[in-house]
């Protein structure tokens, strides 16, 4: 699925999980819905230090990722060699924030590690009805 951009209300909770965590990393998989990255999955058992964040890639439940996130707690938001290997097995739109975690402090990179373009998305979220389990 080709990804036409990312919910605003999306990436505003981006920034906020990674500020809220800094100095630690911030790390998850996008989902997206009908072309628009709308979600973040956090993986169980994923690992945060100041230096990196692991994602347990074995624990990511039967469905396909439209790439992943991570924080940076300075304002370097190049990607490293590690990051680099991780963009390869999950999706083409991988998202690194940085200090200070704001509307202009995040980049998005394609599966090589190339910077590329993701429009920011203003969209009304449909509400899900709940089921009852009685």
Same mark, same amino acid.
């Given at each position: =699925?080709?990804i036409?951009?990312?919910? +605003?209300?999306?990436? @505003?909770? /981006? &920034?906020?999980?990674?500020?809220? =965590?800094?100095?630690?990393? $911030?790390? !998850? &998989?996008?989902?997206?819905?009908? !072309?628009?990255?709308?979600?973040?999955?956090?993986?169980?058992?994923?690992?945060?230090?100041?230096? *990196?964040?692991?994602? +347990?890639?074995? =624990? &990511?439940?039967? /469905? %396909?990722?439209?790439?992943?996130v @991570?924080? @940076?707690?300075?304002?370097?938001? *190049?990607?490293? %060699?590690?990051?680099r290997? &991780?963009?390869? %097995?999950?999706?083409?739109c991988?998202?690194?924030?940085? $200090?200070?975690?704001?509307? %202009?402090?995040?980049?998005?990179?394609?599966?090589?590690?190339?910077?590329?373009?993701?429009?920011?998305?203003?969209?009304?979220?449909?509400?899900?009805?709940?089921e009852? $389990? $009685?």
């Open positions: =699925m080709e036409k951009g990312i919910a +605003r209300e999306t990436l @505003h909770f /981006i &920034l906020e999980a990674s500020r809220s =965590m800094a100095p630690l990393e $911030f790390a !998850g &998989l996008l989902q997206e819905k009908d !072309g628009v990255i709308t979600e973040v999955l956090i993986l169980p058992g994923t690992e945060s230090s100041n230096k *990196s964040a692991i994602l +347990r890639l074995y =624990m &990511l439940p039967n /469905i %396909k990722a439209a790439g992943s @991570h924080s @940076h707690p300075g304002p370097n938001r *190049s990607p490293s %060699k590690a990051d290997r &991780l963009f390869s %097995k999950t999706g083409d991988h998202i690194i924030a940085g $200090f200070p975690y704001d509307k %202009k402090s995040w980049t998005c990179y394609d599966r090589t590690g190339k910077v590329r373009k993701l429009p920011i998305l203003d969209l009304e979220f449909e509400e899900e009805e709940e009852e $389990f $009685f």
